[in-house]
């Protein structure tokens, strides 16, 4: 602890800036890395808000939200679907 308190006074002033700016740019990978992997992953979707209506909401709903919600959930299970199969796949190729 005493060689890094040494290092840290032989600094002179000047130098918090610099833990700020590396901090900072960190923090922008680091969102830019998550937007990137939000968007390859579906996460902007803005359809998803229709998988939580079911059948039994139809008469509730207005007939093309309702054939909407429909396709949504089709479509997620299809996409469900698909990625068990790959999961499952690469099981098979694991064990082989």
Do not use: C, H
């Amino acid at each position: 602890m005493e060689k890094i308190d040494l290092f840290l006074n032989n600094l002179g002033e000047g130098w918090t800036i610099y833990i700020w700016l590396v901090s900072g740019v960190a923090i922008v990978v680091a969102a830019m890395i998550g937007v990137v992997w939000a968007a390859k992953n579906d996460q902007f979707d803005e359809d998803i808000k229709y998988l939580v209506f079911t059948e039994s909401d139809k008469k509730r709903m207005d007939p093309e939200e309702y054939k909407k919600s429909r396709e949504v959930v089709a479509d997620q299970m299809q996409k469900r679907d698909e990625f068990l199969e790959k999961k499952y796949q690469e099981r098979q190729k694991q064990r082989s």
